[in-house]
Structures are given as C-alpha cells and as structure tokens.
C-alpha cells in the first residue's frame, strides 16, 4: 500500500503557482520522495525526487521539510496542460525498488 | 530523448487466448518493470526484473503472467490464458539506478479481452 497521503484533488488558476501537498509521516531514512504526473491515461511522467534537501528541475521544485514526514510539490506557474493526477511516492534506495502508486491528487488548471 | 517504446498500443483478444505484450526499454537501462491500471483505477506493480531475473511480484503476478528479456533489448509480458479481469493498461518502465533513479514509462498497451 502506498505510505503518502494527499489531497484527491486541487484547483489551481493558469499561470498561477500549484502547491500539490503530500504526507509521508512513516518514511524512513532510507527512502525518497518521488513525484510523478499522469495525463489522461498516458504512461506515468517523473517530475522530481528528493532525500532531504530541496530540489529543483526545469519542471517543478519540491520542498521537504526538516523532518521529512511531509513534502510540498511546486509547479511556478501552472498551464493547461499541467492539468493532470499527481503521485507522491516514497521508495526505497536499494535494489530494483518498485514505485507504488496511491490515487494522487487530481490537479485541474483552469483558464 | 531516449523513450520506453511498448507494442501494441492496443490489442483485443478473446478469453482465454494468450497475449504477449512487447517493450523496448531504455538502452543502457538495468531495471525493467510491468505495472497495470484497471479502468479508473490506480497504477498496480506487477513485476520487477533486474539481472535476467524477477527480482519482486505482486500477488496480482500470478502463474498466468511470465516476462522475459529474450534478446537483451525487449521485455516482454505474456498473459498465458487471458480473463475479463485483464482488460486495461499495461505500462512497462525501465531505470537506471534501482531505487536512488528516476523510472521512465512507455505510453502503455491498452487490453481489451472479450
């Protein structure tokens, strides 16, 4: 079962900055937050992955907090086509270490 | 950019009949992966496969299910006697560095069983 929660779904203006929230308060040290999208029912699309330092990519920024029992997804200015389900994960460094999927939050950008 | 390509991307078969589903991963790829997704349901783990062999299945992954890695540049799944239930998405993924890296995904095969 997946070990994160988040919100089902978030509405967020064009242009405007998404903040998708994720709660992993049972994370281990030895694992990553991963965030990955999916579009309709496209293949899932990896946007970024943290240990315990902020990242950040051409596509988003994540932010993990000291602790690391939550994390918070940034998409800096949300388009249309940003619109879609939204996975946080947390996995394991060794091994080939699957990616479970929860429901994600369903994220729609309106115009 | 380098992408997980998977053939078909839509196939329909009647019950019972056995289905092969074909991936290409990512060239210099060492993890390979099978996941599914029901109609409006979430994305299921199958089977992970590393080193010419499973290295983790889910219950879901039954006797029905087989992968192989037959040329060292495909992976396949084969359903061996398809049910109803096997109707949806399949997605195979490859990655580079097991847990500490990303997983790439294919654009998936749609299943139908009749």
């Known amino acids: 079962d997946a070990k994160t929660t988040q919100p089902p779904s978030m509405d967020c203006a064009e242009g405007r900055a998404a903040n998708l929230p994720c709660n992993h308060s049972?994370?281990?040290?030895?694992?990553?937050v991963y965030w990955y999208r999916q579009i309709h029912s496209q293949g899932p699309q990896y946007i970024i992955h943290g240990l315990k330092n902020n990242e950040t990519n051409e596509m988003a920024s994540l932010i993990i907090t000291e602790d690391r029992k939550s994390s918070t997804l940034i998409l800096p200015h949300a388009t249309l086509r940003d619109t879609a389900v939204y996975y946080c994960i947390v996995r394991a460094l060794q091994g080939a270490q699957k990616l479970v999927f929860g429901q994600g939050t369903r994220l729609t950008i309106n115009p | 950019e380098p992408e997980v390509t998977q053939t078909p991307s839509h196939q329909v078969t009647q019950m019972g009949q056995e289905v092969i589903l074909r991936c290409v991963p990512i060239s210099n790829h060492l993890y390979f992966y099978w996941y599914r997704q029901i109609l409006g349901q979430k994305v299921e783990f199958l089977v992970s496969?590393?080193?010419?062999?499973?290295?983790?299945k889910s219950e879901i992954f039954d006797d029905q299910f087989s992968v192989e890695r037959p040329d060292g540049s495909n992976f396949t799944l084969k359903i061996r006697s398809t049910k109803l239930e096997d109707s949806a998405m399949y997605f195979c993924a490859s990655g580079t560095q097991g847990g500490a890296g990303e997983l790439f995904f294919g654009e998936g095969s749609r299943l139908t069983v009749l």
């Open positions: 496969f590393y080193n010419n062999e499973i290295s983790e």
């Open positions: 049972t994370i281990s040290g030895n694992e990553y």
